[in-house]
Each structure stands twice: as C-alpha cells, then as structure tokens.
C-alpha cells in the first residue's frame, strides 16, 4: 500500500510539473500565450497589457501598430492587435490580425478563444465551435481560454 502511494504522489507531481509550463502561459488572464522574441516586443506588450486593463484600446492597438512593425512574426502582438482591433468594433482587423497569430502560433490559446469570441459577435458560432474543437485538443489538460469560450458560446445560445 506504501508503494502504491509513493507511485501515485510521484506520478501526480510528474503531471503537474509537465503541465506548469502550459498553466503559466495563460491568455485570457494576461492576453499572451507565447513568449516574445525580443525586448522591445516585450516593452510594447506589457505596455498595451496596461492598456488593455485600463480599458484604452486605442492606446493599446496604437502602442502595438508601432511595435509590429518591427516585430511582425510575433503572434502575440497579432493576438493584442486583434483584441484591440476587436474591442473598438473594427472586426475585419480584428480578424485579419487574429488570422495572422494563428499563421504563426496555430496553437496560440489566446488568439483561439478571441477568434472565436469574435465570429460570435459576427454571428458566426459553427467558426466559433471548431476553434472551441481545436481549444479542445490544445488544452487537453484544460485551460482558461477554453472554458472561456465554451461559456461564450452557451451564452450566445441561449440568447438566439
């Protein structure tokens, strides 16, 4: 029975440990999912988390417009692009710039749910449905984004 317990504790640590990694790269809490590639990506994206939890999506969208510039292969600037883009109600840039952070991250949990949050309000849910699918599979420990956006979609149902 003791070696039974150790085998367990042991086998749960070494699960929790392999999925750390994925538990601390949250997106709905901290808009990212990724890590930047540069400093100055890095600069831009904390500025625009700043903005984003003030509310000042313009700010955001005008702070990171600047920063993809010179870092345009990075898919979280895309994903807090898009989110700006999408929180001022300009959704085909919201769209164009969530497209292009799935380009580079077609496991970017962030740009996933938001995507998909997104082609809700467009009234798009079957689109929604299939990024919740593929939510599924990138978080089969589960995850904020997917939950998110399972609850987004169960509200949008219930409401049409």
């Given at each position: 029975m003791i070696k039974f317990n150790k085998l367990a504790a042991t086998t749960a640590l070494g699960l929790a440990l392999l999925a750390a990694p994925h538990a601390m790269a949250a997106g709905s809490s901290d808009y990212s999912s990724t890590t930047s590639s540069s400093k100055a990506a890095q600069t831009a994206l904390a500025d625009a988390q700043a903005k984003l939890k003030a509310d000042d999506f313009a700010g955001a969208y005008a702070g990171l417009t600047k920063a993809v510039k010179s870092d345009d292969q990075n898919a979280d600037i895309h994903n807090l692009l898009g989110?700006?883009?999408?929180?001022?109600?300009?959704?085909?840039?919201?769209?164009?710039?969530?497209?292009?952070?799935?380009?580079?991250?077609?496991?970017?949990?962030?740009?996933?749910?938001?995507?998909?949050?997104?082609?809700?309000?467009?009234?798009?849910?079957?689109?929604?449905?299939?990024?919740?699918?593929?939510?599924?599979?990138?978080?089969?420990?589960?995850?904020?984004?997917?939950?998110t956006l399972a609850a987004a979609i169960t509200a949008y149902k219930a409401g049409n």
């Open positions: 989110f700006s883009a999408r929180k001022m109600g300009q959704y085909d840039k919201s769209e164009q710039h969530y497209t292009k952070a799935l380009s580079l991250d077609p496991n970017h949990k962030g740009a996933l749910e938001y995507m998909g949050e997104l082609y809700l309000t467009l009234d798009r849910p079957d689109d929604a449905e299939q990024l919740l699918a593929k939510l599924d599979e990138v978080c089969w420990l589960g995850c904020d984004e997917h939950d």
